[in-house]
C-alpha cells in the first residue's frame, strides 16, 4: 500500500469555471491520492459542487485541466467516468422505479449483465443495507433509504473512486451517522472525495480537508495539520486550586516571567479553583516552563492544556469574508 | 448501441410504469372512435375504408405525440437525474436515442391497439389492405418525426409545460403550414410542400411508397435529434 497511496488518482490544475458573469471556481489546484478519503469543506455556494461537476465531467471547465487515474477528463470522458462511482446532491432518483430495477438499469449501463449484475447488485444491496427494500417504488423510500439507493448505484461497479456530494443533507441525525460510517467503511478500500458545508462530516470521515472558498482554496490538509498551521503558538489554559484569595499573586508572578507575554484570569466557574489564559511569547511550547513555574511556586495544579483554535473557529475565520 | 437499447428499455417501461399510458392510449382511441365512427358516419356511408381514419390520426398527433415526449428529457433536468445518467459511460448521443426508441416504442404500441379498427373493418367488408398498410407506415414515420421534435424541445427547458408547447409548436408548423399557405399563397405552395409533413404523409395514405417521402421523413427526424443531442451538450460548452 505504501507506494501505491502516493500515486495522484485525481489531479486537478488551475480549473476554473464561469456560468456567464458568476465566476464560480477561480483557479483551484489539488490532487488526491489513492486510498485518501478527503473532505471539500465550504459554505454554501463556495464552488465546491462545480468543482465536483467538473471532475465527473458533467460540466466542461472554462480552464484547467483534470485527471482521473492519468486520463484526462475532457480527452477520455466514457473511460474516466467507469473509473468512479458518483452521488449527486440530493440523491436523484427516478421515483417511479422499482429500486432493484433501478440498480439494474445502472448496472447494465456500467456494462454488467446476467449474473455478475445480480451478484453485483446482491453484494451492494447488503453493504449499504438496503437488501430488504429492493423490491419497494423508490418513491415510497424513505430519504435515508433514497441515499442508500443512491450510494448502492454509485458502488454497482466497485469503482475505485467514489465521488459524494452533500451525502448527509436532508437526513436526520440517525441517518447522517449511519451515512458516515458507511463512508469510512468504503473508504477503507477505495478513494473517496465528498463535498460537505458540515464541518463535522469532513471531521467524522475524512482524512484530509480542503477548504474552498468563493471559488479559492483556502486550506488543505490533515485537520491537525490545519490546526497548527493556522493557530501556531496557541495560549496555554492553567487552573490551579486556590482555597482563598483572588490570585492576584499567582498573576503578579506569571507576568513577571520573561517568556509570558501576558496572563488573563478567567472566571473558573467552581468555588476555590483559580483559571488563568497564559499567552506566551512566539516560538516553542510554554507548557514545561509552566509547570516549572508551578512547581517551584508550592501551587496545586489541577489542570494545564493548549487552547487550540477549533476547526469549527479556524473554518470561520477562514471563509468569512 | 448497446447503452441506446438499454435507455429505450427504462423508458418504454417508465411510461407503463405509470396509469398516464394506459389514459393516454384510451383517450386517443376514444378520441379517434368517436370521431371515425359516429362524427364521420362509418355505419352511414357503407364503405370498408379507414380513410377519414388515416386523415384524423395526423392531426390528433400532432397534440398527442408532444405529451408522449413532454416529459422525457425535461423532467430528468428538473429533478436532477440528468446529472446522474450523463456521468455514467453514455454519451448524450445515446442518451437522446435511447429516449427516442422509447417514446417509438410507445407510439408503436398506440398504432398497434388502434389495428382493431381495421381488423373490424375486415370482418364487414373487404377493405384495401395497400392502402391501409401504407397508411400505418405513414403513421409511423410521422409519428416518429413529431417525437423527435418533442424530443428535441424537450431538451430545451425543464419545464413539461413549455416543452409541450414548443413540441406541439414545431410540429404544427410542419404539418400545417402548407394548409394555411395554400390560403393565400398559391405560387409558393410546391416549396412548402416539400418540407410539409402533410403532403409526404399523404402519399403513403394514397399507397403510394416512395423514397422521396421517406428519405424525407428519415432526413427530418435525424435533425431533430441531432439538434437535441448538440443541446445536451451545450452545458459542456466553455
Not at chain 1, 64 to 77: L, N, T
Not at chain 1, 295 to 306: K, P, Q, T
Request: glycine share 8%; with cysteine; proline share 3%.
Amino acid at each position: 500500500m505504501g507506494e501505491a497511496k502516493s500515486v495522484p488518482v485525481i489531479q486537478v490544475e488551475a480549473l476554473e469555471k464561469r456560468y456567464g458573469e458568476i465566476h464560480a471556481v477561480k483557479g483551484v489546484t489539488f490532487e488526491i491520492k489513492k486510498g485518501e478519503i478527503v473532505g471539500f469543506l465550504g459554505p454554501n455556494g463556495a464552488g465546491k459542487s462545480t468543482c465536483l461537476k467538473a471532475i465527473t465531467c458533467y460540466l466542461a471547465p472554462t480552464s484547467g485541466a483534470i485527471k482521473i487515474a492519468g486520463m484526462d477528463v475532457q480527452e477520455s470522458p466514457r473511460e474516466v467516468r467507469r473509473k468512479f462511482g458518483y452521488l449527486p446532491e440530493n440523491a436523484p432518483l427516478y421515483h417511479d422505479m422499482i429500486a432493484y430495477d433501478y440498480l439494474r438499469f445502472v448496472g447494465e449501463l456500467r456494462g454488467l449483465s446476467g449474473k455478475d449484475l445480480e451478484q453485483r447488485i446482491a453484494h451492494v444491496a447488503s453493504k449499504v443495507a438496503i437488501a430488504q427494500v429492493l423490491g419497494q417504488t423508490v418513491g415510497t423510500l424513505s430519504k435515508g433509504y433514497r441515499q442508500r439507493v443512491c450510494l448502492a448505484q454509485a458502488l454497482i461497479h466497485d469503482p475505485e473512486i467514489l465521488i459524494l456530494d452533500e451525502p448527509t443533507v436532508g437526513l436526520d441525525p440517525n441517518q447522517v451517522v449511519e451515512i458516515r460510517s458507511l463512508i469510512k467503511e468504503l473508504g477503507k478500500d477505495r478513494t473517496v472525495i465528498l463535498s460537505t458545508h458540515i464541518l463535522h462530516e469532513v471531521l467524522a470521515t475524512c482524512d484530509r480537508i480542503i477548504i474552498i472558498h468563493k471559488g479559492l482554496i483556502v486550506a488543505d490538509g490533515t485537520p491537525r495539520e490545519l490546526l497548527e498551521r493556522f493557530t501556531s503558538n496557541p495560549p496555554v489554559l492553567l487552573r490551579i486550586a486556590l482555597p482563598e484569595g483572588d490570585g492576584s499573586e499567582i498573576m503578579a508572578k506569571l507576568q513577571a516571567q520573561e517568556w509570558v507575554e501576558r496572563a488573563l484570569s478567567r472566571p473558573a466557574g467552581i468555588a476555590g479553583e483559580f483559571e488563568v489564559e497564559v499567552q506566551g511569547r512566539e516560538g516553542g511550547d510554554h507548557r514545561t516552563r509552566l509547570v516549572e513555574l508551578v512547581g517551584r511556586e508550592g501551587w496545586s495544579l489541577l489542570e494545564i492544556r493548549r487552547e487550540m483554535l477549533d476547526l469549527e473557529g479556524l473554518f470561520r475565520k477562514l471563509t468569512q469574508e | 448501441m448497446r447503452n441506446v437499447w438499454i435507455m429505450g428499455k427504462r423508458e418504454l417501461a417508465a411510461y407503463f410504469s405509470s396509469a398516464v399510458a394506459y389514459v393516454a392510449i384510451t383517450v386517443f382511441l376514444v378520441v379517434v372512435g368517436v370521431k371515425f365512427f359516429i362524427i364521420d358516419g362509418f355505419f352511414k356511408t357503407g364503405e370498408a375504408s379507414l380513410r377519414s381514419f388515416f386523415e384524423l390520426v395526423p392531426l390528433f398527433f400532432v397534440f398527442y405525440l408532444p405529451a408522449i415526449t413532454m416529459r422525457s428529457i425535461a423532467e430528468e433536468k428538473r429533478q436532477g437525474t440528468f446529472e446522474l445518467l450523463a456521468t455514467l459511460p453514455i454519451s448524450d448521443s445515446e442518451i437522446v436515442l435511447g429516449k427516442y426508441l422509447g417514446a417509438v416504442g410507445f407510439l408503436a404500441v398506440t398504432l398497434a391497439v388502434t389495428l382493431v379498427y381495421p381488423l373490424g373493418l375486415a370482418l364487414l367488408g373487404d377493405p384495401d389492405w395497400g392502402a391501409i398498410l401504407g397508411g400505418y407506415i405513414g403513421l409511423l414515420f410521422l409519428g416518429a418525426a413529431l417525437l423527435a421534435a418533442g424530443i428535441m424541445a424537450s431538451t430545451w427547458t425543464q419545464s413539461q409545460i413549455v416543452s409541450y408547447i414548443l413540441g406541439t409548436l414545431i410540429g404544427a408548423i410542419f404539418f400545417f403550414t402548407e394548409r394555411l399557405v395554400r390560403l393565400f399563397w398559391e405560387t409558393a405552395r410546391d416549396a412548402v410542400a416539400y418540407v410539409s409533413f402533410d403532403s409526404h404523409y399523404s402519399n403513403f395514405v394514397r399507397g403510394v411508397l416512395d423514397t422521396r417521402d421517406i428519405l424525407f421523413f428519415v432526413a427530418i427526424t435525424a435533425l431533430f435529434l441531432v439538434v437535441a443531442t448538440f443541446s445536451l451538450n451545450s452545458r459542456r460548452w466553455k
